[in-house]
T-cell receptor
Framework: AQTVTQSQPEMSVQEAETVTLSCTYDTSESDYYLFWYKQPPSRQMILVIRQEAYKQQNATENRFSVNFQKAAKSFSLKISDSQLGDAAMYFCAYRANFGNEKLTFGTGTRLTIIP | EAQVTQNPRYLITVTGKKLTVTCSQNMNHEYMSWYRQDPGLGLRQIYYSMNVEVTDKGDVPEGYKVSRKEKRNFPLILESPSPNQTSLYFC???????????FGNGTRLTVT
């Protein structure tokens, strides 16, 4: 079974600084997707960024980028120029590219932005 | 506006009193699913549906039922709720393949 591990329950960063959230996963599949979701206090689940495993290039969305290391099964999220609105719970998630489109989630990292 | 709508947003009930959480999507998605979110556990899949009349268990199906009579609706039924089903519930939908999962806004359920 696939598992996703987020080893940092809480992180904090000064406003305008850069922070990296860690995620590792375990799978025997070669074709899959990885995601980072943001959950602010409103409880919404907001897709931040997505990475296809077959793509070697790291995904980037504005201030958010990932470091995808397939061999190491590592998928970290870097947030540059942190803003107060980035404060949220961040979940890493895995999805195999077949069958049930189930997302397997990590336990989350709560990110605090210090003004 | 494309969205997944869940109702109610908050629900407090007592042990054993049947309840239904509704979920509806307006994007013509084939795939729908339910997750529960608990502290320290992340989100876990309860049930999913690949299309009308096609449903299957996820990782934590015990105590829940679902039905998919129409493509847009996927209600979650708790026939006899228990306190261990107190949780935050999310409905989600997507097209198959290379498309992201769209989440509803969540239902906070408390069973006393």
């Amino acid at each position: 079974a696939q598992t996703v591990t987020q080893s940092q329950p809480e992180m904090s960063v000064q406003e305008a600084e850069t922070v990296t959230l860690s995620c590792t996963y375990d799978t025997s599949e070669s074709d899959y997707y990885l995601f980072w979701y943001k959950q602010p206090p409103s409880r919404q689940m907001i897709l931040v960024i997505r990475q296809e495993a077959y793509k070697q290039q790291n995904a980037t969305e504005n201030r958010f980028s990932v470091n995808f290391q397939k061999a190491a099964k590592s998928f970290s999220l870097k947030i540059s120029d942190s803003q107060l609105g980035d404060a949220a719970m961040y979940f890493c998630a895995y999805r195999a590219n077949f069958g049930n489109e189930k997302l397997t989630f990590g336990t989350g990292t709560r990110l605090t932005i210090i003004p | 506006e494309a969205q997944v709508t869940q109702n109610p947003r908050y629900l407090i009930t007592v042990t054993g009193k049947k309840l239904t959480v509704t979920c509806s999507q307006n994007m013509n998605h084939e795939y729908m699913s339910w997750y529960r979110q608990d502290p320290g556990l992340g989100l876990r899949q309860i049930y999913y549906s690949m299309n009308v009349e096609v449903t299957d268990k996820g990782d934590v199906p015990e105590g829940y039922k679902v039905s998919r009579k129409e493509k847009r609706n996927f209600p979650l039924i708790l026939e006899s709720p228990s306190p261990n089903q107190t949780s935050l519930y999310f409905c989600a939908s997507s097209l198959f393949g290379d498309s992201p999962l769209h989440f509803g806004n969540g239902t906070r359920l408390t069973v006393t």
